[in-house]
């Protein structure tokens, strides 16, 4: 059984270890990570934004989070599963949670930033309703494409 649930202070080290892990599998991690990692309450939580965590077998081993754009839009961001879990569904239940926040919430979009050459999480993504808009320069390095979705 997979659950979401939410951020608290004891499972703080979750959000920064799963998305290590896969920043280092597959890139590099930047500066920014570092900054919003090392203190997820006061450079996430603190500004208007909310993380969660899927649980399988009563174990954290996955999490995404709505980063604060403005008060209308929020970025789908720091979304990752722990090798071995993943192919169970655990992506689409954090993204259906996060739209259905989203919709409570009154958020008008969302937005995220990605790589094409992670095609499994694209394909996710467009099965979403995500869309390509432009890049803007320097918010990831790692980021080759931005997408939207209309709540």
Not at 12 to 39: G, S
Not at 52 to 81: C, F, P, Q, R, W
Not at 101 to 117: C, F, M, V
Request: net charge neutral; hydrophobic share 40%; with cysteine.
């Amino acid at each position: 059984m997979i659950e979401i649930v939410n951020y608290t202070e004891a499972t703080k080290e979750y959000v920064k270890t799963l998305n290590y892990e896969w920043l280092e599998k597959y890139f590099v991690v930047e500066q920014n990570d570092v900054m919003q990692l090392a203190d997820p309450q006061k450079e996430i939580i603190d500004k208007g934004g909310l993380i969660y965590y899927a649980k399988h077998n009563g174990k954290i081993v996955g999490t995404v989070s709505l980063l604060k754009v403005d008060n209308n839009v929020y970025e789908l961001g720091k979304m990752a599963v722990t090798d071995g879990t993943q192919g169970l569904g655990i992506g689409k239940l954090m993204i259906e949670h996060c739209f259905k926040i989203a919709r409570q919430s009154g958020i008008a979009k969302l937005i995220l930033y990605s790589n094409t050459q992670l095609k499994p999480a694209i394909h996710l993504y467009e099965k979403y309703g995500f869309t390509e808009i432009p890049l803007e320069p320097g918010h990831y390095g790692r980021a080759n494409i931005k997408m939207e979705k209309l709540m």
